[in-house]
């Protein structure tokens, strides 16, 4: 849009305040796209409500623009009340304040300013001031979660998890910062660290593997990512920069990003699956009604989102979704991945209705790269009441030093094969022994079922952080 067309727009929306308020009121434009109406004679809150859905109403009709043209825009509304103690500007950073509450809470409209609301704001510009530090800081770091084949309990592939290790706030999930880091478009540069990250990482573990064979990656993409035009150059990039085999690597985008889906990203898609790299719908079941776009891309794998597998242990209904979505990949030819399996019965119960591949906190946690190393070499993975998950990975050098080796292990780099020979050289500590199972370090909460992450612990190297 030009600018004699912008202004045409802000012109109609002024046009539209003033008619959706009263003659005693005040409206007028702070800056941009912002407005501000100063309500007077107003009884309470409840008046205020009034005036804010009037205006939500007058604006949410599409604007026809002089040129023809038809526009839509959203409308967020923050209201704050005068008190005797403050002046115009707090009054007006308020208002500010409870507006971007409002857009925060996606489905626009508006929010009442309260003085929590100030903080919320002030800790979120502080976390934004961060994240653009992070990357250069080297603090975000990457968690890696085995998936497994249900049946031959063998270790497939990983996926590739980010973790951001702040200065101050500790090791956070990516809950805690990716919709900021969508928001602010920060999550290309990362995800383009992701990907170079994972990929060198994977190929790095495949080489040290001595039994020819290798473990896939597997790298959540978001929408911002999705959108970019860089995503398949930086993709070729880590490809080429690693020399991992297109094919081990799969993009995941959950059914809610592909809702975003235009033309250039179905077309995206396209171009990524050419160049040999495999695509998979995260999270699938939860995000979007109709079926028939799965038609439109070339995805190659489902991923049954963590509440069909909860369903599992509810019994029915669930159960029949979950049958439901592993026939509908059958019949379309795409792998089945189960999220979220968490106990023995679930496993069973997917293994039999024909899901082809799990991951969850039965199998195992997600890992530091330290204690995937530590897995790599170690060779199998516990499950409680199963046969063990075998690797087949060559066992590599054994520790000549335990002091050095656990240097190695300090070290968040440290070579897998050092790292892994401490291990070696260690005795279970007697919680392990006792049947107890231990955290490895890196994911905060984890238990992981693995024996070899015992000696890790006690090594004094399991409570650090990456
Ligand atoms: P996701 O891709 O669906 O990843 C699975 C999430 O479930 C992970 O949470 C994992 O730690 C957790 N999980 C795995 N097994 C179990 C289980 O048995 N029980 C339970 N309760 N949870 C389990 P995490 O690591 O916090 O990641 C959350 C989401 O953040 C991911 O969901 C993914 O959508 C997003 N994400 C993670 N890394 C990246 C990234 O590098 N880029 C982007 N754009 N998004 C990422
Ligand atoms: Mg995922
Ligand atoms: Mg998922």
Redesign the pocket.
Same mark, same amino acid.
């Given at each position: 849009m030009g600018h004699g067309a912008g202004d045409e727009l802000l012109a109609i929306v002024g046009t539209r305040l003033l008619n959706a308020t009263r003659g005693c009121d005040t409206v007028a434009r702070l800056g941009g796209d912002e407005f501000a109406v100063l309500l007077e004679h107003v009884r309470g809150e409840a008046d205020a409500v009034i005036v804010a859905d009037r205006i939500v109403h007058a604006l949410s009709d599409p604007i026809t623009l002089p040129s023809g043209a038809s526009v839509r825009v959203g409308t967020s509304i923050g209201i704050a009340r005068v008190s005797p103690a403050d002046g115009v500007d707090e009054l007006l950073r308020n208002a500010d304040v409870a507006m971007y509450a409002a857009k925060g809470a996606s489905r626009g409209g508006y929010a009442f300013f309260d003085p929590s609301m100030h903080a919320a704001l002030v800790d979120r510009v502080s976390l934004e001031s961060d994240l653009r530090d992070a990357l250069d800081d080297g603090s975000f770091w990457l968690?890696y979660?085995p998936i497994i084949a249900l049946e031959s309990h063998e270790v497939l592939g990983i996926? $590739? %998890?980010?973790r951001w290790n702040h200065p101050t706030r500790g090791n956070l $999930?990516?809950?805690q910062f @990716?919709d900021l880091a969508e928001e602010t478009g920060l @999550?290309l540069p990362i995800?383009r660290w992701?990907l170079r990250e994972a990929c060198a990482r994977t190929a790095e573990w495949n080489a040290q593997r001595g039994d020819g064979r290798a473990f896939s990656v597997t &790298?959540? %993409?978001?929408v911002r990512?999705l959108e970019s035009s860089s995503l398949l150059a930086d993709v070729q990039a880590a490809l080429a920069e690693s020399g991992l085999l297109p094919s081990l690597l799969v993009l +995941?985008i959950?059914e809610n990003a592909l809702m975003h889906r235009t033309e250039s990203t179905v077309e995206r898609l396209h171009e990524l699956k050419g160049i040999g790299v495999r695509l998979a719908i /995260? /999270?699938f079941g939860t995000g979007y009604s109709s079926l028939s776009y799965l038609q439109q891309f070339p995805v190659d794998i489902l991923?049954i989102d963590?509440a069909f597998t909860d369903g599992l242990m509810r019994g029915t209904h669930d159960d029949a979704l979950t049958r439901t979505i592993i026939a509908l990949g059958d019949l379309l030819t795409l792998r089945t991945i189960a +999220?979220? &399996? +968490?106990h023995a019965r679930q496993h069973s119960r997917l293994r039999d209705l024909g899901c082809d591949y799990g991951?969850?906190?039965?199998f195992s946690r997600?890992l530091a790269p330290r204690d995937m190393e530590v897995l790599l070499t170690r060779g199998f993975l516990e499950i409680p009441g199963e046969a063990p998950i075998v690797l087949r990975a060559e066992n590599s050098e054994r520790a000549e030093d335990s002091e050095r080796a656990g240097a190695a292990a300090a070290s968040p780099d440290g070579g897998g094969a050092r790292a892994a020979s401490a291990l070696e050289a260690i005795a279970p500590p007697p919680a392990a022994e006792a049947g107890g199972r231990v955290a490895p370090r890196g994911d905060e909460d984890a238990e992981p079922p693995m024996a070899a992450a015992r000696g890790a612990r006690r090594r004094g190297v399991g409570g650090e952080r990456r």
């Open positions: 968690a979660q996926e $590739a %998890l980010l $999930a990516p809950a @990716i @999550i995800g992701v &790298v959540n %993409l978001s990512q +995941e959950t /995260d /999270d991923k963590r +999220e979220g &399996v +968490e991951q969850g906190y039965l997600p």
